[in-house]
């Protein structure tokens, strides 16, 4: 390969097999991020045939790497982490803290130092978001509150992620300070023993990172959304994109250059900046097209650091890292949601979402050996956990409902993992529970189900809201309301909410699998009843409509008016359409 032609053939065969890759996983119902890592294993130096610029790859890789961290802050939602940062932010970090000292404890059992497990383990330890978003928007959860837990928790391993980050290199210290590599274990000596700097680095770089913070926060909160705003006057879409560009990897160069932090802690204030301005949306939807082809240069770019035969040297130390991944994250996170008093099923959703991981490991694990903190093996290792999860990640999902049907015909055990939520599971003691029949009992109180809750109050029908999520439903007990917290799938909550004299049933949650579940034990429960469903598409309603909803509708806000006035056409109660479409319209919350 000529040298004036290495970046663009590098570029052309990464993207091109990335392309067919990742085309082929999507047709198996695979995430196509396995497919660009299989992609940079086929042009990486371990398999024969065309072998990409490895030198170049990797400069490519770290761009990626900075729209990746520029699109994380750029989503990063402050409001949604709030909303489940009782179970989000503590779960997260006692999951990471668990499958950290799992890692660590297996390295430990080969022979490295506590140092390389602990950093080995960490990179086990934080799933992909890519993944995860990927697989709640399939199944139709993201807006869920099972699927907003999830991705707050995420996000706080995101922020977890980031602060490790910036505090490796300063536990790695300079490196040519430490004695040099210990060939027996064939690991760093850097990571058995950080010198006597290791604290005076680590306060010079966190000092650094406070600075850093303190002029985003001060100086870059003005200057950037004036600058985009200037930008948006011109009327030109170019220039707002190549603003946005220039933003993001202008921070990033910025801080590492001035104030000696990462390019990936740049790049994550920069898009926390942009996403509190009034251009947050208009500068996702330009920068996303150039951010994901960078985002699949990076994968590849990993993909090309895997050697595939460590599949036969290290199958057991592989499956070791595997069983971590799908296994011990798995059962620490459904211990931490049940030990919060979630329900089963919201636990095993989260144990599934979490069951992988990606990029972030990957970061990680790169950083690790450039810094002599990790040897090459852990790298390889990680990329094959990653392979693997990734695969077998829709097959987690898959399980979780047969999983809790199966839980659930053992009445025994499941009661012993779902703790009792006390008397929050009942309606509050200034309801008159006498006065409950033929009323309403509405599932979810979010943007579909609040306004329909609002409408019923305001014409005086009585209702009772079920809601699965524990902030929600003490905010909305707080207020006075009727709510019941519980997941309204099991027949002792629909109990509480007197379903067996009730009247009409409204499946505001988008959760379809709850749906279907809903629809079946309320008709169990109640022959008479007239169910109404929240569905996502024209297959589900086929579905619940021919088992026995009386209407399945789509949409969210839109959706709201059409609950509205179903129901109070339901309880033959005289109301004003156009009246009714505009408080509904005007009401929803935007969190909930």
């Known amino acids: 390969m000529h040298h004036e032609t290495a970046l663009l053939v590098t570029i052309a065969a990464s993207l091109g097999l990335a392309f067919v890759a990742g085309l082929l996983a999507t047709r198996l119902r695979l995430p196509p991020i ?44 402050v409001a949604d982490l709030l909303a489940v940062r009782r179970i989000a932010v503590p779960g997260a970090i006692a999951q990471i803290v668990v499958a950290t000292a799992l890692g660590a404890g297996v390295a430990r059992l080969w022979g490295w130092p506590w140092g390389t497990g602990l950093v080995f383990g960490l990179a086990l330890s934080v799933a992909s978001t890519v993944v995860l978003l990927r697989a709640l928007e399939e199944r139709g959860i993201l807006e869920s509150v099972d699927g907003r837990i999830a991705v707050g928790w995420l996000i706080v391993e995101d922020i977890v992620t980031v602060v490790a980050l910036v505090l490796l290199p300063a536990i790695a210290g300079p490196p040519d300070a430490g004695p040099p590599t210990s060939a027996a274990a064939g690991v760093p000596a850097a990571a058995v023993s950080a010198g006597h700097g290791v604290l005076t680095a680590l306060a010079i770089t966190l000092a650094k990172v406070a600075a850093f913070i303190l002029f985003m926060l001060g100086i870059g909160r003005r200057a950037v959304p004036w600058l985009l705003g200037r930008v948006v006057r011109t009327g030109s879409r170019e220039l707002f994109t190549l603003a946005v560009l220039a933003v993001a990897l202008g921070l990033a160069v910025g801080a590492a250059v001035l104030f000696g932090v990462s390019f990936a802690l740049g790049a994550f204030f920069a898009g926390v900046i942009v996403s509190e301005s009034d251009f947050s949306h208009d500068a996702a939807t330009n920068a996303l097209p150039l951010q994901d082809a960078f985002a699949v240069l990076f994968f590849v770019s990993v993909g090309m650091l895997f050697d595939p035969l460590i599949l036969l040297r290290q199958p057991l130390q592989v499956l070791a890292v595997v069983l971590i991944v799908l296994l011990g994250k798995s059962f620490a996170s459904l211990a931490i949601v049940l030990g919060f008093r979630y329900p089963l099923h919201t636990a095993l959703t989260i144990s599934a979402s979490l069951a992988q991981i990606g990029e972030f490991s990957f970061i990680l694990a790169a950083l690790g050996v450039s810094l002599g903190l990790l040897p090459a093996a852990a790298q390889s290792l990680i990329v094959a956990g990653a392979l693997l999860s990734i695969t077998l990640n829709p097959f987690a999902f898959r399980v979780v409902e047969p999983v809790e049907r199966w839980l659930r015909r053992r009445a025994g055990l499941a009661a012993a993992l779902e703790r009792p939520v006390g008397e929050l599971s009942m309606l509050p003691p200034g309801v008159d529970e006498e006065r409950l029949r033929g009323h309403a009992v509405i599932v979810g109180h979010g943007r579909v189900g609040a306004p329909v809750a609002a409408e019923l109050a305001r014409h005086g029908v009585p209702y009772v809201i079920v809601e699965q999520s524990r902030e ?5 007990r707080a207020r006075g309301l009727p709510v019941i917290y519980g997941d309204a799938t099991r027949p002792e909550v629909l109990g509480a ?6 009247r009409l049933v409204v499946v505001a949650a988008p959760d379809a699998f709850q749906a279907r579940a809903i629809l079946a034990l309320a008709h169990r429960l109640n022959p008479d009843v007239e169910v109404v469903v929240r569905t996502h598409s024209d297959a589900e ?20 008016v059409s609950l509205a006035r179903h129901a109070l056409r339901h309880f033959e109660v005289p109301h004003d359409m156009e009246e009714v479409a505009a408080r509904a319209l005007g009401s929803a919350p935007r969190h909930s």
Do not use: C, K, N
């Open 34 to 77: 396995l497919g660009y890592l299989l992609a940079g294993v086929a042009v990486g130096p371990f398999t024969p045939g065309f072998v990409a610029d490895a030198g170049l790859a990797s400069q490519l890789a770290e761009l990626g790497v900075i729209l990746l961290m520029f699109g994380v802050g750029l989503h990063f939602s």
């Open 472 to 476: 929600t439903a003490e905010a909305l």
């Open 541 to 560: 309603r086929a579905f619940l409509e021919a088992h026995g909803a009386e209407r399945a509708l789509m949409g969210e806000r839109e959706l709201a």
């Open 497 to 502: 909410a007197h379903l067996e004299r009730a």
